[in-house]
């Protein structure tokens, strides 16, 4: 048995919209998460500028943690259209 759901123009926009949100944070998470690996490993071998590598490695930590509660939040506005779609049905 196959589901059939009405969706409006806005709703798809909206979901289109999100989708390309969470593609975009998934970018950003990948370079601050390889810049994050790279800057730790590079704290292990040579402790030259500690101060600034610190500095910086918890600067891009709390970015990371950002932009994953952004995705989080957008994440949840496509759950909440999808249950309105449902709820038409």
Not at 63 to 88: H, P, R
């Amino acid at each position: 048995m196959t589901i059939q759901y009405v969706v409006t123009k806005q709703e798809i926009d909206s979901l289109k919209s999100y989708a390309m949100y969470i593609r975009h944070f998934n970018t950003a998470i990948g370079i601050l998460l390889g810049t994050f690996i790279t800057l730790v490993l590079g704290l292990i071998c040579d402790e030259t500028y500690l101060e600034v590598k610190v500095i910086v490695c918890c600067t891009m930590f709390v970015f990371l943690m950002w932009f994953f509660l952004l995705k989080l939040e957008t994440q949840s506005k496509i759950e909440k259209v999808w249950e309105c779609i449902k709820k038409d049905v």
